[in-house]
């Protein structure tokens, strides 16, 4: 039996080399993570082929002072995770862990739990494991995901699965559903995958049609209330809606790159941040042309992505046809770029850049995307 482990590059995470660091981006949640010089090197080496054990041995232990032993811990997951969870705890972070949960074991379950981390998210692609396993190119991974569950459930955690619709997925949800209701966890999906930081569009053409996405919209089970309610034709937005703020990035989640703890305290990069409070500045009445919209006040409008079309305060053509999916309108940003000459598949979109350690640099900005609820 073959007991090397294999990592691999998820297709739904988005990647830039920046100097010796990477910026990653889930896709599927937009969330932002860099990577260290030597997970770098781990990461640019993840080709599913290679043995973890043969990275380590080949890659780092050649580059750098260290044992296999002690690299290939390192490889495994930083050693020093706990403690930073601890530091954050101590100064009353709210933590929220995102993660496929494969090396969450009883030790780490009773650790997450004493440190009363708020919730653990463990995406589940399918219910089926040839399906689940194909997408995180991780044979086994639905399997161990599973086992981590139950380890966190029986410790009374709080465990989000987390469903990202894809082409290859778009009949397993409610067997993930099924399974999440089986092991008491909570089930959310999200609908879209989201462009890369580099604005490269490869990957949405892992996303659903049009017809899956209504479909998905019609699902009284998934948006867990009336359908007719929800997927009823928007009031245009009224002056309390003015004041809607676009989503809670800067607001009770960071979700924004705007500094280097490294370099800088977290609470000064909090508190004093161009980027941060540029982006807590947007009120719905600054964005001329969704304040305009009659999906103005319901629209679930993700400002990282109407920023990778151009404008931050801008529409985003994605919100756009998840509003038109839901409620049968077309927005008219959508009815522009539908009759236009250069199709939204065409564009050029910017490019997200990390920030760079001049003070200066462009805002950057990712945020979490929509999720159905149920
Ligand atoms: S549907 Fe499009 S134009 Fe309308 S509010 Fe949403 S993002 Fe803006």
């Not at 009773?110 to 995180?136: C, F, M, N, W």
């Not at 879209?192 to 049009?210: A, F, H, K, Q, Y």
Request: charged share 25%; glycine share 6%; hydrophobic share 40%.
């Amino acid at each position: 039996m073959n007991n090397k482990r294999y990592v691999a590059r998820s297709t739904a995470i988005a990647a830039r080399v920046l100097g010796d660091e990477t910026m990653i981006m889930s896709a599927t949640n937009s969330t932002l993570f860099t990577l260290d010089e030597v997970a770098t090197v781990i990461w640019e080496s993840a080709d599913g082929a290679t043995p973890l054990e043969e990275i380590v041995a080949n890659k780092i232990c050649t580059q750098y002072d260290i044992t296999p032993e002690v690299a290939l811990k390192d490889a495994e997951g930083r050693r020093d995770f706990f403690d930073i969870l601890e530091y954050a705890r101590l100064r009353t972070f709210c933590i929220k862990l995102k993660t496929n949960g494969i090396l969450i074991r009883k030790q780490e379950a009773d650790r997450i739990k004493a440190l009363g981390v708020e919730s653990v998210q463990i995406s589940i692609y399918s219910h089926v494991p040839e399906v689940h396993d194909a997408i995180t190119k991780l044979p086994g991974s639905l399997k161990q995901s599973i086992e981590a569950i139950r380890r966190l459930r029986a410790h009374g955690i709080h465990v989000i699965m987390a469903n990202v619709l894809m082409v290859q997925n778009v009949h397993d949800y409610a067997g993930v559903r099924a399974l999440a209701a089986e092991l008491g966890a909570q089930f959310i999906m999200d609908p879209t995958i989201t462009p890369m930081m580099d604005g490269d569009r490869s990957i949405l053409n892992l996303n659903v049609d049009e017809a899956a996405l209504r479909e998905v919209f019609q699902n009284e089970s998934l948006v867990g209330g009336n359908i007719e309610e929800f997927c009823a034709p928007p009031l245009a937005p009224g002056e309390d809606d003015m004041d809607q703020l676009p989503c809670s990035a800067g607001h009770t989640a960071c979700y924004v790159s705007s500094g280097n703890v490294r370099r800088m305290k977290f609470v000064d990069i909090w508190s004093d941040s161009p980027q941060l409070n540029e982006v807590r500045s947007i009120k719905l009445r600054d964005m001329p042309t969704c304040s305009k919209c009659t999906h103005g006040g319901t629209c679930t409008r993700c400002p990282g992505l109407a920023y990778l079309e151009g404008n931050m305060r801008g529409p985003s053509y994605q919100d756009c046809e998840k509003s038109y999916a839901r409620t049968g309108i077309p927005s008219e940003n959508l009815k522009a770029r539908k009759a236009s000459s250069q199709p939204y598949h065409s564009l050029r979109l910017v490019q997200i850049q990390g920030l760079q350690p001049a003070a200066h640099a462009l805002p950057s900005r990712v945020t979490e995307t929509s999720v159905v609820n149920a």
